[in-house]
């Protein structure tokens, strides 16, 4: 293999949008005939596919084909990986409404006590469809340790705030996935648990020392590590000072200290020579801002390189035809720095043995029939997940049953959550009188709806989503949207709920992603529950929505245990 060739291998792109122009927003679901033959001519690593990429089973299945066909026309060929972010939860890029749409891992996390083995069950459900779709590797699980309340980013998609249940979780899905045949990635290596800014949009820092880090960030994965060899580990854009406190030259001028993707202390020395890992490590999306904006991009993949990082994710956007320039460039530039000394060539033989490795385990076409995707076994573990997963955050103390209350008042964050939890209450009770409200509404609507309402069910998503679960960076415009819009609502809904209280109302607090906010409503609160999930998997309904109807109405319990010491 020439170098030409070998530095392709080492690059995982994305092709969410194409068209004629760099600011297209077409969705790429047909591999377009110039991506095809530059992989045809030029090989490469890898492509990582987004919700707009997979809109059916059959138009995937022929995209994944499309791009391994072209890989298989190269000079050197070897095969795709072809990965996507399917967490669970509200990180699910495949098409709910034909694959299993779980809770996430927080989900997992309060499900554990009553029911161990769902990870492992779920993980090999997730392979299972993925492989049947032709992807052969899923960025997941997130074993990072969600112990900062603050957190934008990880929240939910952490199993919660103890390393040894993080350890235990994250070692089943990894140990599910890849028994399905699907490669597994550990993120985000150290550790985004602990951060008040997310790395989409800023570099967060971590200022723990290194006892600290030991005991809480990095004990998932020392515990991992002794037991298995996941095929891959993704990397943090985060300051760790403690960790490494050397710098780079940012666009700026001045000085940066070292995020860990570009850190040969804590890619090498500490996760490869310390913690014993011998497989692939790919960055996290390099056009996030916790790279992108201070540093140039080519500059970014050469010093990750350096680093011991093996591929580089999302190292330029590919839009339209005339973009592949930009991956031309990139390979020239690699090329120069590996000639010129500033890669070392052991390191860069090594790491192409490894994705070799690597590539030797996948299947040629996909392994299952497309009848597995959303089959009625599948369907039944999501709805063992979303019950074994709701839990009490207090004591019921409502003066009757709630389902003794006729005239319910449902006020969640949006109407399509406050309709998917009436569809579901409605279907059990049908005599029961719901009414729909939104925190979107204005103060003086919300009080008319509270006065005529006997039970007021209140429901929250705290806190705010990050672009990780809409899809990417170039969804920053959507969540800076939804960011004013959901601006001081908690506070404003511990007010409601407190004229409910003191207008004589019946109150259940409903927490539908982490329930951090519950300290603040919870003295107006004669019930409380958590989901860890809010999605829709189908229109106007969700699974956990159907859950959470049951124990209201004292059809089930409400079996979870909460995975956060922070709100015990």
Same mark, same amino acid.
């Given at each position: 293999?020439?170098? #030409?060739?070998?530095?392709?291998?080492?690059?995982?792109?994305?092709?969410?949008?194409?068209?004629?122009?760099?600011?297209?927003?077409?969705?790429?679901?047909?591999?377009?005939?110039?991506?095809?033959?530059?992989?045809?001519?030029?090989?490469?690593?890898?492509?990582?596919?987004?919700?707009?990429?997979?809109?059916?089973?059959?138009?995937?299945?022929?995209?994944?084909?499309?791009?391994?066909?072209?890989?298989?026309?190269?000079?050197?060929?070897?095969?795709?990986?072809?990965?996507?972010?399917?967490?669970?939860?509200?990180?699910?890029?495949?098409?709910?409404?034909? $694959?299993?749409?779980?809770?996430?891992?927080?989900?997992?996390?309060?499900?554990?006590?009553?029911?161990?083995?769902?990870?492992?069950?779920?993980?090999?459900?997730?392979?299972?469809?993925?492989?049947?779709?032709?992807?052969?590797?899923?960025?997941?699980?997130? @074993?990072?340790?969600?112990?900062?309340?603050?957190?934008? @980013?990880?929240?939910?998609?952490?199993?919660?705030?103890?390393?040894?249940? @993080?350890?235990?979780?994250?070692?089943?899905?990894?140990?599910?996935?890849?028994?399905?045949?699907?490669?597994?990635?550990?993120?985000?290596?150290?550790?985004?648990?602990?951060?008040?800014?997310?790395?989409?949009?800023?570099?967060?820092?971590?200022?723990?020392?290194?006892?600290?880090?030991?005991?809480?960030?990095?004990?998932?994965?020392?515990?991992?590590?002794?037991?298995?060899?996941?095929?891959?580990?993704? $990397?943090?854009?985060?300051?760790?000072?403690?960790?490494?406190?050397?710098?780079?030259?940012?666009?700026?001028?001045?000085?940066?200290?070292?995020?860990?993707?570009?850190?040969?202390?804590?890619?090498?020395?500490?996760?490869?020579?310390?913690?014993?890992?011998?497989?692939?490590?790919?960055?996290?999306?390099?056009?996030?801002?916790?790279?992108?904006?201070?540093?140039?991009? $080519?500059?970014?993949?050469?010093?990750?390189?350096?680093?011991?990082?093996?591929?580089?994710?999302?190292?330029?956007?590919?839009?339209?035809?005339?973009?592949?320039?930009?991956?031309?460039?990139?390979?020239?530039?690699?090329?120069?720095?590996?000639?010129?000394?500033?890669?070392?060539?052991?390191?860069?033989?090594?790491?192409?043995?490894?994705?070799?490795?690597?590539?030797?385990?996948?299947?040629?076409?996909?392994?299952?029939?497309?009848?597995?995707?959303?089959?009625?076994?599948?369907?039944?573990?999501?709805?063992?997940?979303?019950?074994?997963?709701?839990?009490?955050?207090?004591?019921?103390?409502?003066?009757?049953?709630?389902?003794?209350?006729?005239?319910?008042?449902?006020?969640?964050?949006?109407?399509?959550?406050?309709?998917?939890?009436?569809?579901?209450?409605?279907?059990?009770?049908? $005599?029961?009188?719901?009414?729909?409200?939104?925190?979107?509404?204005?103060?003086?609507?919300?009080?008319?709806?509270?006065?005529?309402? #006997?039970?007021?069910?209140?429901?929250?998503?705290?806190?705010?989503?990050?672009?990780?679960?809409?899809?990417?960076?170039?969804?920053?415009?959507?969540?800076?949207?939804?960011?004013?819009?959901?601006?001081?609502?908690?506070?404003?809904?511990?007010?409601?709920?407190?004229?409910?209280?003191?207008?004589?109302?019946?109150?259940?607090?409903?927490?539908?992603?982490?329930?951090?906010?519950?300290?603040?409503?919870?003295?107006?609160?004669?019930?409380?529950?958590?989901?860890?999930?809010?999605?829709?998997?189908?229109?106007?309904?969700?699974?956990?929505?159907?859950?959470?109807?049951?124990?209201?109405?004292?059809?089930?319990?409400?079996?979870?245990?909460?995975?956060?010491?922070?709100? #015990?």
């Amino acid at each position: 293999m020439t170098l #030409e060739q070998q530095i392709p291998q080492k690059l995982m792109i994305d092709l969410r949008y194409f068209g004629d122009d760099p600011d297209t927003r077409t969705p790429m679901t047909r591999l377009p005939a110039a991506v095809a033959e530059w992989i045809a001519r030029h090989g490469l690593g890898g492509v990582i596919l987004f919700s707009d990429n997979l809109q059916s089973p059959a138009q995937i299945r022929a995209l994944t084909s499309q791009l391994q066909q072209a890989a298989a026309c190269s000079p050197c060929p070897r095969p795709l990986l072809i990965s996507v972010d399917q967490e669970g939860g509200r990180v699910c890029r495949t098409p709910r409404e034909h $694959t299993t749409a779980f809770a996430g891992n927080m989900a997992l996390g309060a499900a554990e006590p009553s029911q161990p083995q769902l990870a492992a069950e779920v993980a090999s459900v997730m392979g299972r469809e993925l492989a049947a779709l032709g992807i052969n590797v899923n960025h997941a699980p997130c @074993v990072d340790v969600n112990n900062n309340p603050q957190n934008p @980013v990880i929240n939910v998609r952490a199993y919660g705030d103890d390393p040894d249940q @993080v350890a235990r979780l994250g070692l089943a899905q990894v140990r599910g996935l890849e028994a399905a045949g699907v490669l597994a990635t550990l993120k985000h290596f150290p550790g985004h648990g602990d951060t008040h800014s997310d790395s989409h949009t800023g570099l967060p820092r971590v200022d723990h020392d290194r006892a600290h880090l030991d005991r809480v960030e990095l004990a998932p994965y020392r515990t991992i590590l002794r037991q298995v060899q996941p095929a891959m580990v993704m $990397t943090a854009h985060i300051q760790y000072p403690a960790l490494d406190s050397t710098t780079l030259t940012g666009l700026d001028g001045r000085q940066h200290l070292v995020p860990a993707t570009l850190s040969r202390r804590i890619i090498t020395d500490l996760l490869r020579q310390e913690l014993g890992y011998q497989g692939v490590v790919i960055t996290d999306a390099l056009d996030m801002a916790g790279i992108s904006g201070w540093l140039d991009l $080519t500059e970014a993949v050469i010093h990750a390189f350096a680093a011991g990082v093996d591929i580089a994710l999302m190292p330029v956007r590919i839009r339209c035809e005339e973009d592949l320039a930009k991956l031309e460039r990139l390979v020239a530039a690699i090329r120069e720095a590996l000639t010129g000394g500033r890669l070392d060539g052991d390191d860069w033989r090594h790491s192409l043995a490894r994705i070799g490795r690597l590539k030797a385990r996948l299947p040629s076409v996909p392994a299952l029939s497309a009848e597995v995707l959303g089959c009625e076994s599948h369907r039944q573990l999501e709805r063992r997940l979303a019950s074994a997963a709701i839990t009490e955050l207090c004591a019921n103390t409502l003066p009757k049953p709630a389902g003794a209350h006729r005239r319910w008042l449902l006020l969640l964050p949006d109407l399509d959550k406050a309709h998917a939890l009436a569809s579901a209450l409605q279907e059990l009770a049908p $005599t029961l009188e719901l009414v729909c409200a939104s925190l979107l509404q204005t103060d003086d609507k919300l009080r008319t709806a509270l006065d005529q309402a #006997e039970l007021v069910v209140s429901g929250f998503v705290s806190p705010r989503q990050s672009v990780a679960e809409l899809g990417g960076m170039e969804d920053l415009a959507a969540l800076d949207e939804q960011a004013l819009i959901r601006a001081h609502r908690p506070r404003r809904l511990a007010t409601l709920l407190e004229q409910a209280r003191r207008r004589g109302r019946s109150v259940v607090h409903l927490s539908l992603r982490a329930p951090y906010e519950f300290p603040l409503v919870s003295p107006w609160c004669h019930w409380a529950l958590a989901s860890f999930a809010y999605h829709l998997d189908r229109p106007g309904r969700g699974t956990s929505y159907d859950a959470l109807a049951r124990v209201l109405l004292g059809l089930a319990p409400a079996p979870g245990r909460l995975p956060l010491k922070e709100i #015990e």
